[in-house]
């Protein structure tokens, strides 16, 4: 199974600023998702992330605000923009193994918006 | 959109027993795959069942599906305190490559 590394593990960011989160696949994959963990919540599904394209958003998530690259095969970035409160949450990336295979998940990156 | 909906949203057994949590979800699917995620850490692959497949087992696990009622069930037998954790269960919505999770059961083991 993939390995998936997240950075940062966590941060603590001020209103208003952007944090670029960064995530790095072991293994060449075709495409790569992003999912918000909101307190206490499940996850949800931002976009998904496919290479040599433009990434494709789920209902109520724009780009302007969850800029995303997929340079290659192995990495893709999520950059959470102008950023309040309500944005304090848990960001993960993920995988798949392929049709009919599970999904794979980075540990997350936990931030904190003062 | 939320696809799954798990029952109980949060279950308390004591160790040993069994914990038997729920899950229903709306649209054809090629599987349904639970998931574990322990203090808001990153989600651990349990199970993955397949549309055509009826119940799977893996170690202590068991997992139950019935696309008629669009439900399946996990089962975690001799419950231990690792097993506090939340549990997931997510459909590939309308058999496409994404996955949708339901809401979780927050199971807690008592000593």
């Known amino acids: 199974s993939a390995v998936i590394s997240q950075k940062p593990s966590r941060d603590i960011c001020q209103r208003g600023t952007s944090l670029t989160i960064q995530c790095q696949v072991d293994?060449?994959?075709?495409?790569m998702f992003w999912y918000r963990q909101q307190p206490g919540q499940s996850l949800t599904l931002i976009a998904t992330a496919n290479q040599g394209s433009e990434a494709t958003y789920e209902s109520g998530f724009v780009i302007d605000k969850f800029p995303i690259s997929r340079p290659n095969l192995t990495f893709s970035t999520l950059t959470v923009s102008n950023m309040s409160p309500e944005d304090s949450s848990i960001y993960l990336c993920s995988v798949t193994g392929g049709n009919d295979q599970p999904q794979h998940f980075g540990d997350g990156t936990r931030l904190s918006i003062l | 959109s939320q696809q799954g909906e798990e029952d109980p949203q949060a279950l308390s057994i004591q160790e040993g027993e069994n914990a038997t949590m729920n899950c229903s979800y709306k649209?054809?699917?090629?599987?349904l795959q639970w998931y574990r995620q322990n203090s808001g850490r990153g989600l651990v692959h349990l199970i993955l069942i397949r549309s055509n497949e009826r119940e799977k087992h893996s170690g202590r696990l068991r997992v139950t599906l019935d696309t008629s009622k669009k439900s399946s069930s996990l089962l975690i037998t001799a419950s231990r305190a690792a097993d506090t954790a939340s549990y997931f269960c997510a459909t590939d919505e309308n058999r496409d490559d994404k996955i949708i999770f339901g809401k979780g059961t927050r199971l807690h083991i008592l000593p």
């Open positions: 649209t054809s699917i090629n599987n």
């Open positions: 293994s060449q994959v075709t495409m």
